[in-house]
């Protein structure tokens, strides 16, 4: 049988009969499907004089300002057919091309002179897994008769670009390398304001404890240096800060900590990546500030945000923000069945998922989609749970635990589930737990979408509502 609801809703509604959602004592009392409690200890619900507005309190830190310095994967080509090619000739390398490929060594032949344009490489080798100084001083060593070499070098080229490798922050000092080179077979080179060494997609190991209050700490020395694409905080190892606007990790392909992040100033991210996050460790935030950011700008089956283990959040702060420059193409953001956002602090956001109302020339078929499978904990006044928003096809679901505390104004008041998104598709599922306190609401929609409970709301306080859908936002039809 078919049960329909209330569809083209343009007026609050309050439902209380979806599956359960359940008043029981402010003082914490469990409560039923019934009600639950005595009428002496249960809390009054809220009513239609409640008013949701579009505003919602997140961090937006400066875009692009937040990208500056930011590294690329870039594509470097052969600036002849083979080194064969360039063995022997006088040849040019311009900017984005290199002169010879030495992965796995190589034999001069004849005399040869190369002239390496800024932006252009002298050599290229793929060089994967962990590498230090002594590695790439082999691979240099590796090339037979080197001093048949003549390179003219402009200020910006680089002597070697080496490709995918792993690099520990400790064994980052790639300084003076052609002193590896025996002396006797080393090239002739000419030239100043070169590079000696650049990577090109590569790993960083942060596996050093680095205070972020000091500008000239090694890891931004080194970044770039390394150039990373991805970057990891290992276990036991800390990321601190005490400033305003300080960013602790920020790459274009994978951020990840397994460390400590604490960033107590104001403004601030710990993790902000154009493809993959994961948190394994701990992260704590000031106020208005970020703990993981993406931000999506192009279609890739990495697109994914992943916390696995603590947030802690400050004032106006946001958990998990997960943005799409386009609204045809997916991404994932994941609060894991170990994962807990955590605040006090008013005006805190745990999850949000935005998206820009424009669409990319190609696109994917990926969903975009928010999953809570732990727990989000925001005690605070004016706080969202989770908060979809913008325009475009977005999913949101709650498979854990959304606690959400008292409101000191019913109609400014925190909310579990929240949705602006005329395309959102939220559901709190079977599993799923929304607990709110005094004046908050457990799942809130405006603007159209659809929003759906199949698992248990708690209402915890006097003024607490259930569900509240207005101005076009529906309950879909269900099977029975």
Not at 159 to 184: A, V, W, Y
Not at 275 to 304: H, L, M, P, R
Not at 326 to 348: D, H, R
Not at 437 to 455: C, P, R, V, Y
Request: aromatic share 6%; proline share 2%.
């Amino acid at each position: 049988m078919k049960i329909k609801n209330s569809r083209k809703l343009r007026k609050l509604t309050i439902l209380t009969s979806l599956c359960a959602i359940l008043s029981c004592s402010a003082g914490g009392g469990g409560g039923s499907g019934s009600g639950g409690g005595s009428a002496s200890n249960t809390p009054t619900p809220g009513n239609s004089s409640v008013a949701i507005t579009n505003t919602r309190f997140t961090a937006t830190p400066n875009l692009a300002k937040l990208k500056e310095g930011i590294y690329d994967n870039l594509y470097y080509a052969q600036a002849g057919s083979s080194n064969a090619a360039i063995d022997g000739s006088n040849t040019t390398i311009n900017a984005m091309k290199f002169g010879l490929d030495i992965a796995g060594g190589y034999s001069v032949q004849h005399p040869t002179t190369i002239n390496v344009k800024k932006g252009g490489t002298a050599f290229w080798s793929n060089i994967p897994g962990f590498i230090d100084k002594n590695i790439i001083t082999g691979i240099l060593n590796n090339i037979t008769n080197l001093n048949n070499l003549t390179l003219n070098m402009d200020s910006g080229s680089t002597l070697l670009i080496g490709n995918d490798s792993d690099i520990k922050l400790s064994n980052s000092d790639f300084s003076n390398i052609i002193s590896g080179i025996h002396s006797h077979l080393r090239p002739t080179i000419t030239g100043t304001g070169y590079n000696e060494i650049k990577f090109n997609d590569s790993k960083l190991f942060i596996d050093e404890d680095i205070n972020l209050d000091d500008d000239n700490n090694k890891y931004f020395k080194t970044l770039p240096k390394i150039t990373p694409t991805k970057l990891v905080l290992e276990t036991n190892k800390n990321l601190i800060g005490t400033k305003d606007g300080q960013v602790a990790i920020k790459v274009s392909i994978s951020a990840d900590n397994e460390g400590t992040i604490k960033l107590t100033g104001k403004d601030s991210v710990a993790l902000f990546s154009k493809k993959s996050i994961s948190n394994q460790g701990s992260i704590e935030v000031g106020e208005n500030s970020i703990a993981q950011y993406t931000v999506f700008d192009t279609s890739s089956s990495d697109n994914k945000n992943k916390n696995e283990r603590t947030i802690t959040l400050g004032k106006s702060s946001t958990g998990i923000r997960m943005n799409r420059d386009y609204n045809n193409i997916g991404g994932l953001t994941v609060n894991s069945g170990t994962g807990k956002i955590l605040s006090t602090a008013e005006k805190v956001t745990g999850i949000i998922a935005y998206t820009v109302d424009k669409r990319h020339i190609a696109g994917d078929s990926n969903d975009f989609s928010i999953e809570n499978y732990g727990e989000i904990n925001l005690l605070g006044d004016k706080s969202t749970g989770i908060y979809v928003a913008g325009k475009g096809p977005t999913e949101m679901d709650n498979n854990g635990k959304i606690i959400i505390g008292a409101s000191s104004d019913r109609n400014n008041p925190s909310i579990g589930m929240f949705s602006t998104n005329s395309e959102n598709d939220g559901e709190n599922a079977f599993s799923g737990t929304i607990e709110v306190g005094k004046n908050s609401i457990g799942m809130a929609g405006i603007n159209g979408g659809e929003l759906s409970n199949e698992g248990t709301i708690t209402i915890k306080g006097d003024g607490g509502v259930g569900m509240y859908l207005a101005d076009g936002t529906e309950v879909p039809t269900r099977e029975q």
